[in-house]
Structures are given as C-alpha cells and as structure tokens.
C-alpha cells in the first residue's frame, strides 16, 4: 500500500479485556513507532523499533503494554487487562531511516475501553 | 523536564490571511523540528521540517522560522484557505535519540 496501515480503526472493549492492535508500515521503512493520542492531547511516545536493534520500549506506561515487529514489517500493539485510561487514539509511524525524522502516521486506532 | 510546547491552544483567521503559529521548547540540543497537521479523523500529516543549521524553509504556501536564541519556532500559512483548518503539532529531536517530541498541538479554525 501507498501509506501506512492501521486496523482496526475503532475498538470498543471492556475494562480488563486484552487489545491487540496492528500496524503496517510504508514497504521499504526500517523504522516503526507507536504513539498515543488522548483526547485534546499531543502525541505520547510508546515504543520504537529499528531493524533487528532491540527496540526502544521507554514510552510503555505500563507492563500492560507490549509491542513486538515480525520480520522487520508488520507490528502488533497489546495492551493486556485493558483500564478506562487506556482510551485513546493510538498511532503508527513509520520512516526510511529511523533518525526520528519526517515521520509517516497513519490514521490510528480509536479504542474506547468501557 | 525538556518540552515542547504551543503558545495558543486555538487559532481563528480570516479566510485569504496569513496564519502565524508559534511554538517554544526548551532542549536547547535539538537540531530538527517538524510540523505535522492533523485534520479530524486522521494521523497527523507532514507540513515541512527544518534543521538547526538553518533559520528559514520555505515550501508551497508555507514558511518555517526557527529562532534559536529564543528557542521559538513558527510556521506561517500564506492565504489561508478553508482546508487549512486543523490541529498544528510542532515537534523536535535532540538526533541523540531517534523519536520525536511533540507539543499539545493548536487548532487552526478559517472562518470564511
């Protein structure tokens, strides 16, 4: 695909219920982010991956959250035993480089955790 | 600790002005700072970036001022039109680490 692909793109769940949230990045994009966006918020760093380097996890709130990258593309964002707070808009980047320039997002996943 | 930030939490202008948004941060060892757009419903939107070695960037319609002394970077929307109209995140990064830090945002509301 042309851009960067989030699915899905509205979640509903319950309090304590696990979410699992997925990510495909621009083909060719070593680098993939995870951000949240609360409501009226700015963007919050969650994690970070580059290649096969260990990932940069030091956005993660919580041990609640979790996000691992399969084969250099496709990531997956878990939160486990989800908390009202957790409602949000969360959002995928991805870029060339991984040099935390000029960013690629795509339009997020809308959780709302009842 | 370090932060990025926006003066205005809202922004009002007539349609066919110009538009000014400001921004601050504090990390003096930032060297790259981005805008990004983000209209409803949508991830944000690259605009244009610059880097410290620089204090002007200009694109279609728009123009990035960095002012290092100050720490302020703005960006400036020629004849705003209607589509204009969305929330304006400014960002930066210190190049010591690969993730960008972004400000709370302002909207830009253009009345016709």
């Known amino acids: 695909g042309a851009g960067v692909s989030q699915s899905p793109s509205n979640k509903v769940t319950e309090k304590g219920k696990d979410v699992e949230l997925r990510c495909d990045p621009i083909?060719?994009?070593?680098?993939l982010y995870w951000y949240r966006q609360s409501l009226g918020q700015g963007l919050e760093f969650l994690i970070y991956f580059q290649g096969n380097s260990a990932p940069d996890k030091s956005g993660l709130p919580s041990d609640r959250f979790s996000a691992e990258r399969t084969g250099g593309s496709v990531s997956t964002l878990t939160i486990q035993r989800t908390q009202q707070e957790d409602s949000a808009v969360y959002l995928c980047a991805s870029s060339p480089q991984g040099r935390g320039e000029k960013l690629f997002f795509g339009s997020g996943t809308q959780l709302s955790v009842l | 600790g370090e932060s990025v930030g926006l003066h205005l939490p809202t922004l009002s202008v007539q349609e066919g002005d110009n538009s000014i948004i400001n921004c601050a941060y504090s990390n003096s060892a930032s060297d790259y700072f981005i805008w990004y757009k983000q209209e409803s419903g949508k991830g944000p939107q690259f605009i244009i970036d610059?880097?410290?070695?620089?204090d002007k960037r200009q694109g279609q319609r728009v123009t990035v001022l960095l002012n290092k002394t100050v720490k302020h970077l703005s960006l400036q929307i020629a004849a705003t039109q209607p589509g204009d109209s969305a929330v304006y995140f400014c960002?930066?990064?210190?190049?010591?680490?690969?993730?960008?830090?972004f400000g709370k945002g302002i909207t830009l509301s253009v009345r016709p």
């Open positions: 083909s060719g994009h070593t680098a």
């Open positions: 610059i880097r410290s070695n620089m």
């Open positions: 960002a930066e990064n210190t190049g010591a680490n690969s993730k960008l830090t």
